[in-house]
């Protein structure tokens, strides 16, 4: 059975703090790795990550994957408070009937206070 | 915006009823996927559908149905809505290869 773990569940920090949120995966068949955004409404596409050691940015917020440890990080540095969300990832399964699966962790919720 | 949208987008029923909820798209899309989510859960996928009648199970599909009989609608019928089954519901597309996926807005789904 394909898993997806997430930590912190919950993290409180103060705007400009920096932050780290990990994601580990066992997913057979494994493709890559995508990491939302969701604030009170749907999920908001963030990054997917394929290949091992490159990372990918976008403004404040950065992702690796490391696929020999089988786990991706999010940084977001110089934390607003319109960072405050849930963010979830989720593992891609490409394999046989699976094809395009995706199996999400629970979330890490992120609050930041002024 | 993926052209995604969901109705209702809130319902309220009672325990045994059946309810279906709607999920439209306007882009042609051949994946479409119903998922739930719950608190400490995160999003777990109950089925999907990779074609017209095309559709296949997920993690949590007990209690559920699906039909997909054109392209751009994917229905999720409650056949008898029990509590356990209040949730928020997200349908999504993929847009192909390289496979991520992107949702509709959601419906919030109480059964009393």
């Known amino acids: 059975e394909d898993k997806v773990v997430q930590s912190p569940l919950s993290l409180v920090v103060h705007e400009g703090d920096t932050v780290t949120l990990n994601c580990s995966y066992e997913?057979?068949?494994?493709?890559?790795l995508l990491w939302y955004k969701q604030e009170k409404k749907a999920p908001t596409f963030l990054f997917m990550l394929t290949s091992s050691g490159i990372e990918k940015k976008s403004g404040r917020l950065s992702s690796i994957l490391d696929k020999k440890e089988l786990f991706s990080i999010l940084n977001i540095t110089a934390t607003q408070t319109g960072d405050s969300a849930v963010y979830l990832c989720a593992a891609i399964n490409a394999g046989g009937t699976s094809y395009g699966k995706l199996t999400f962790g629970q979330g890490t919720i992120l609050t930041v206070h002024p | 915006d993926a052209g995604i949208t969901q109705s209702p987008r809130h319902k309220v029923t009672e325990t045994g009823t059946p309810v279906t909820l709607r999920c439209h798209q306007t882009e042609n899309h051949r994946y479409m996927y119903w998922y739930r989510q719950d608190p400490g859960h995160g999003l777990r996928l109950i089925h999907y559908?990779?074609?017209?009648?095309?559709?296949d199970k997920g993690e949590v599909s007990d209690g559920y149905s699906v039909s997909r009989s054109k392209t751009e609608d994917f229905l999720l019928t409650l056949e008898s809505a029990t509590s356990s089954q209040t949730s928020v519901y997200f349908c999504?597309?993929?847009?192909?290869?390289?496979?991520?996926?992107?949702f509709g807005p959601g419906t919030r789904l109480t059964v009393t």
């Open positions: 999504a597309i993929r847009e192909g290869v390289p496979y991520e996926q992107y």
């Open positions: 559908s990779y074609g017209v009648k095309d559709t």
């Open positions: 997913v057979t068949n494994f493709r890559s």
